[in-house]
């Protein structure tokens, strides 16, 4: 199975600063097949990007994904307080899924 | 809105079954999969199993294999998970998710509330 691995673990930012979010695949994928969700605590994960780099429905512009092959990235333009969440990258291209361990981003 | 609404949380003891339902509207339910994916207490994401609406396919992690069932009731827009043989380390947030009718390899949009189900003696 693909294990993704996330970095790093804990992102500390204050809002109105950049975050670059990695997630590195064992094998690689296509770009096709990547996706980052969002997690705040005690609700669903909801998917930002798909594809590597394509918004899902409804998400701000200052999210956007890149990568390809082995190496992916999240970057959020500008903290708003509502981004301090956790992150997890999944893979769907071979089976089974996997998803990264997450990167936790709290605030600074 | 596309939504999924969950049963409600569940008790039970090692050895036992858990049932959990996931309610579909929003969308054409057979144009879909539901996949499945666990939570244990403060740990990341596992995905444990997906069935095409469509079809009925179905596709399942190793590790829950021949232990997990998901199944559809395509007459009220609902999918199931049944897993069997409840260990400790089952306790988990078991949250159903849309993805592809096809193969169980999809993005995952939306998923819903999500169930915790406890194992305990």
């Known amino acids: 199975e693909i294990v993704l691995t996330q970095s790093p673990g804990t992102l500390s930012l204050s809002p109105g600063e950049r975050a670059t979010l990695s997630c590195r695949a064992s094998?690689?994928?296509?770009?096709?097949?990547l996706a980052w969700y969002q997690q705040k605590p005690g609700r669903a994960p909801r998917l930002l990007i798909y594809?590597?780099?394509t918004r899902a429905a409804g998400v701000p512009d200052r999210f956007s994904g890149s990568g390809s092959g082995t190496d992916f990235t999240l970057t959020i333009s500008r903290l708003e307080p509502e981004d301090f969440a956790v992150y997890y990258c999944q893979q769907y291209g071979r089976s089974p899924n996997t998803f990264g361990q997450g990167t936790k981003l709290d605030i600074k | 809105q596309v939504q999924l609404v969950q049963s409600g949380g569940e008790v039970k003891k090692p050895g036992a079954s858990v049932k959990v339902s996931c309610k579909a509207s929003g969308y054409t339910f057979i144009n879909y999969g539901i996949s499945w994916v666990r939570q244990a207490p403060g740990q990341g994401l596992e995905w444990v199993g997906w069935i095409s609406a469509y079809n009925g396919n179905t596709d399942y992690a190793q590790k829950v294999q021949g232990r997990i069932t998901v199944t559809t009731d395509t007459s009220t827009s609902t999918a199931y998970m049944e897993l069997r043989g409840l260990r400790f380390d089952d306790t988990a947030v078991y949250y159903c998710?849309?993805?592809?009718?096809?193969?169980?390899?999809?993005?995952?949009?939306?998923w819903g509330q999500g169930t915790l189900v406890i194992v305990s003696p």
């Open positions: 094998q690689s994928i296509s770009y096709i097949y």
């Open positions: 998710a849309r993805g592809s009718l096809a193969a169980a390899g999809w993005r995952l949009d939306p």
């Open positions: 594809g590597a780099s």
